[in-house]
Every structure is written in structure tokens, then in C-alpha cells.
């Protein structure tokens, strides 16, 4: 299986602070990354896929890059309501699997 | 408008048998891939299994297989997801989500409400 990591596993930043969260596959996995907001008590939303494409509807402050190995996603200013928890999650090969989670609080 | 309502978790013992529900309304049901997601309390998400919209191929984690069954009904636009000899690990908040393509899961772009399993010891 391939195993994603994702760093920091939670982060505090002020209303209008750039924020950057990384996500490492541990083999290539070309571009076949997705990015997911979960806020508490609610399910999941699609963000990002294909590691850099912004879903419809999706603000953008919000983006993705990177390739192969190393992934990242970034909010260029943080809002009060992107309080939430982020994934990465790799499609490259079954069994999809996700990144372990960061948690984005406002300081 | 995309509608997705996870139904049948509940309290159950372990080694017993669950059997979840999706309800599907908004899109071409056949047409889409579908997964299930679990998250146990206070913890990240897990790829559960997935099953093709078009061939019925299916797909397990290897924590569930050979004990959890998906399949689906086009006709009923529901999606299904058999829980046997069910563990105390098994116990999450399980979401049925759609995915973006008709084949093999790659990205789930709608999802239900969950529903909580809870196996107790």
C-alpha cells in the first residue's frame, strides 16, 4: 500500500496568513493526489484533484501542487471558516489511502 | 441536487453482521463509481472498499476483506455495504460517497452524512 504523509499535523495561523501543508507518498505517484476539508461533525469535501485543480465552487485562496513524491496545499489568507481538518489522498493505486490529517486552528 | 443518505449502522456485538444502506438521488446512479469511507472516533479517514459503476467490479481494504461485502442496485440507486464478523476496530462513522469516474475509485466528490457502527466487546 502506499502510505501518505502529511505534515504538520495540526498548525495555528492568524485571519490572513498564508498556510502550507505537506503531503509525501512514499513511491511515485504522478499527479493522482486529491485534497479533502473536513470540518467538525461533517463530512468531508473534495478541494483539489489531480493535485493542482480546483474543484467547482471551491474558493481561491485555496490551491495544490507538486508531483511524483512531495504534494502540497496551500491557503494564500486564511479565513475564520476554513477552521477544519485537511487530507491528501492518493488514487495511483488501490487501496486509496490518505494522509493522517492536519488540523488548521486560528491563533 | 446530489443526495446522498447513509442508513442501517447502529449497535451491534461483536462478530455480528450489519448492513449498511446508501440512498442516491441527483445524478446518473450507474454511472459513477462508489466508495465507502470509515473514521473511527477522533480519527483520520480509511478507504473501506469501492465498487465500479459500470462492471460491478469491487474493491476491498485489506482490513475488511473477506468480511465486508459491497455491491449495488442501479434500479434502486442504492449502494450497499455487508458487515459480517464485525470487531471492535470496525467501530467509525461510515460515509458512502460518489466518485468522479464510472470505473475504479480515484476521487470522491459528493458525500452522505454518515452513519455510526458501533461494535461492542
Known amino acids: 500500500d502506499i502510505q501518505m504523509t502529511q505534515s504538520p499535523s495540526s498548525l495555528s495561523a492568524s485571519v490572513g496568513d498564508r498556510v502550507t501543508i505537506t503531503c509525501q507518498a512514499s513511491r511515485d505517484i504522478s499527479n493522482y493526489l486529491n485534497w479533502y476539508q473536513q470540518k467538525p461533525g461533517k463530512a468531508p469535501k473534495l478541494l483539489i484533484y489531480?493535485?493542482?485543480y480546483l474543484e467547482t465552487g471551491v474558493p481561491s485562496r485555496f490551491s495544490g501542487g507538486g508531483s511524483g513524491t512531495d504534494f502540497t496545499f496551500t491557503i494564500s489568507s486564511l479565513q475564520p471558516e476554513d477552521i477544519a481538518t485537511y487530507y491528501c489522498q492518493q488514487y495511483d493505486n488501490l487501496p486509496l489511502t490518505f494522509g493522517g490529517g492536519t488540523k488548521v486552528e486560528i491563533k | 441536487e446530489v443526495q446522498l443518505v447513509e442508513s442501517g449502522g447502529g449497535l451491534v456485538q461483536r462478530g455480528g453482521s450489519l448492513r449498511l444502506s446508501c440512498a442516491a438521488s441527483g445524478f446518473t446512479f450507474s454511472s459513477y463509481a462508489m466508495t465507502w469511507v470509515r473514521q473511527a472516533p477522533g480519527k483520520g479517514l480509511e478507504w473501506v472498499s469501492g465498487?465500479?459503476?459500470?462492471?460491478?467490479?469491487?474493491y476491498y481494504a485489506d482490513s475488511v476483506k473477506g468480511r465486508f461485502t459491497i455491491s449495488r442496485d442501479n434500479s434502486k440507486n442504492t449502494l450497499y455495504l455487508q458487515m459480517d464478523s464485525l470487531r471492535a476496530e470496525d467501530t467509525a462513522i461510515y460515509y458512502c460517497?460518489?466518485?468522479?469516474?464510472?470505473?475504479?475509485?480515484?476521487?470522491?466528490?459528493?458525500w452522505g452524512q454518515g452513519t455510526l457502527v458501533s461494535v461492542s466487546s
Open positions: 489531480d493535485a493542482s
Open positions: 460517497a460518489k466518485d468522479v469516474t464510472a470505473l475504479v475509485p480515484t476521487a470522491m466528490n459528493y
Open positions: 465498487i465500479s459503476g459500470s462492471d460491478g467490479a469491487t
